[in-house]
């Protein structure tokens, strides 16, 4: 069936630094691939999508893109703040042209430190 | 707009206890879901529904029930609870459109099973 693998966490980062959360996935098909945000005592929150294989989604300054060659979808940040700190969770889903039924990675918990 | 909200946010069980989860949602979104999260996994989907009478299970649906007899509810039953239930829970919900690629998530409702 369906997986997906983030990167081994927690990560500790200072302010400003370059952050990078590995993402990979096994799918059948074409699934849509998806990073949620969970903030501490919250649910989790749509941070950014592909839906197709070089679609490049971006939010809040984060970027990722489909890269069906590698089936990655590494996050990526330039400069990070203290309020990125949460967990992240790739994602993804099979239905055709939806968001359901998702697939999730083990999640990221990022700490930034000032 | 209150989105999706799940009650009670925090529930202990007795062993063999049952109990009800609950989650409503006024956005009128014709697909919820219930999905478990537990450290180091992620989250995994238990049961879903695409709309009032349809409902279908996920990856972990033993252990659990749900009814779907109106579009804003969808109940979670665990029959007899036990340890292995112990977990953090969220709703979600999102549309069936094909334009839809997010899904909204509850705060979750934390259960211990003793």
């Known amino acids: 069936g369906d997986s997906v693998t983030q990167m081994e966490g927690p990560v500790t980062l200072s302010e400003e630094a370059f952050l990078t959360i590995n993402c990979t996935y096994t799918?059948?098909?074409?699934?849509?691939l998806f990073w949620y945000v969970q903030y501490p005592g919250e649910g989790l929150q749509l941070l950014l999508k592909?839906?197709?294989?070089?679609d490049k989604g971006s939010n809040k300054g984060f970027e990722a893109t489909y890269r069906k060659e590698t089936t990655s979808f590494h996050l990526e940040k330039g400069s990070v703040q203290v309020s990125d700190s949460a967990v992240y969770f790739c994602?993804?889903?099979?239905?055709?042209?939806?968001?359901?039924?998702?697939?999730f990675g083990q999640g990221t918990r990022l700490t930034i430190n000032p | 707009n209150a989105g999706v909200t799940q009650t009670p946010k925090f529930q202990v069980l007795k062993t063999g206890q049952s109990m009800t989860l609950q989650c409503a949602q006024d956005?009128?979104?014709?697909?919820m879901s219930w999905y478990r999260q537990d450290p180091g996994m992620g989250l995994r989907l238990i049961h879903y529904?695409?709309?009032?009478?349809?409902?279908d299970q996920g990856e972990v649906p033993n252990g659990y029930n749900v009814s779907r007899s109106t579009t804003e509810d969808f109940p979670l039953r665990l029959l007899s609870a036990a340890p292995s239930q112990t977990s953090v829970y969220f709703c979600?919900?999102?549309?069936?459109?094909?334009?839809?690629?997010?899904?909204?998530f509850g705060p979750g409702t934390r259960l211990t099973v003793t």
């Open positions: 799918a059948t098909g074409y699934p849509s």
């Open positions: 529904s695409v709309g009032a009478g349809i409902t």
């Open positions: 592909a839906t197709k294989a070089d």
């Open positions: 956005m009128n979104h014709e697909y």
């Open positions: 979600a919900s999102s549309p069936v459109d094909l334009s839809s690629y997010e899904q909204y």
């Open positions: 994602a993804l889903s099979d239905v055709p042209q939806g968001a359901q039924k998702l697939v």
